[in-house]
């Protein structure tokens, strides 16, 4: 395998990840050192990629081709092995990309330290989730619909700078035309400085380490994908 995602951690919100990934068609490979869960991948009737071993170890990162995936969530719910994890992976592999799950909230801080580039808390945005059902419910719901908790055909595609061809760079909203021949809608820009502009307008311009957030349904986000696999300069 190489530019694919190594999952440390099958439980709850590990298959939860597995199955986003499988969705959408990108590769990774489950690291787990429980027989009952390697039990359960081996009796199931997706071919999901796996390793029994331990995710804090050097050798089972390595085995897993640390080196050369492009991402590793580490959702183990030991907060300790989760650092160490963070801590083996960045030092084998500076640029790869680092999720860690976290459940005491003094860990975040650790983790970020130890090279995280996110750390999520599950039980701190599950309580925000409900207490924001109270609040606005009509937006949460309108959002879990977004994110496919209603089985939506409606998602979101990142498009970045860097992924792209010579002639898409340095282009604006505008010039790019994607809403027109796509139907679908750039709702999010993040900035080469990390910070994120909502609804950007149509001036903006793809710059180095800069990514367009796209919005659409099925069949505008297949268009999206190959409005830039075959995008042509005009003359």
């Known amino acids: 395998l190489e530019d694919h995602i190594i999952l440390c951690g099958y439980g709850k919100y590990g298959r939860e990840a597995a199955a986003h990934f499988d969705d959408h068609e990108l590769p990774y490979v489950v690291i787990d050192k429980n ?13 999901v990629l796996y390793i029994e ?23 183990l719910p030991d907060d300790s092995e989760n650092v ?8 084998i592999n500076p640029k790869i990309k680092i999720i860690s799950r976290a459940r005491d909230p003094r860990t975040n801080k650790k983790l970020l330290k130890a090279g995280a580039n996110h750390v999520v808390m599950p039980d701190q945005i599950g309580g925000f989730y409900m207490a924001t ?13 977004l994110t496919n ?34 139907g679908a809608n750039i709702i999010g820009y993040r900035q080469p400085n ?6 950007p307008p149509p001036d903006t311009t793809f710059l180095p380490n800069s990514s367009f957030i796209i919005l659409g349904n099925n069949e505008q986000l297949t268009k999206v994908r190959s409005f830039f696999a075959n995008f042509k300069k005009e003359e």
Do not use: M, W
């Not at 027989?35 to 009737?45: F, G, L, R, W």
């Not at 897993?64 to 969530?73: E, H, Q, T």
């Not at 700078?161 to 796509?182: D, M, N, V, W």
């Not at 990390?194 to 609804?199: A, Q």
């Open 35 to 47: 027989p009952d869960i390697i039990e359960n991948i081996q009796k199931s009737e997706g071919a």
């Open 149 to 182: 908790d209603f089985h939506s055909d409606i998602g979101f595609e990142e498009i970045s700078f860097e992924h792209l061809s010579p002639e898409c760079q340095y282009k604006s909203i505008r010039e790019l035309g994607i809403r027109h021949a796509t």
């Open 84 to 91: 160490f994890i963070v801590l083996t992976a960045r030092q």
């Open 194 to 199: 990390g910070k994120y502009v909502v609804n």
């Open 133 to 145: 059902l109270v609040s606005k419910p009509s937006a949460v719901e309108f959002f879990s619909f």
């Open 53 to 75: 071993g331990d995710a804090t170890l050097d050798e089972t990162l390595e085995k897993a081709g640390v080196n050369r995936a492009s991402a590793i969530i580490s959702a």
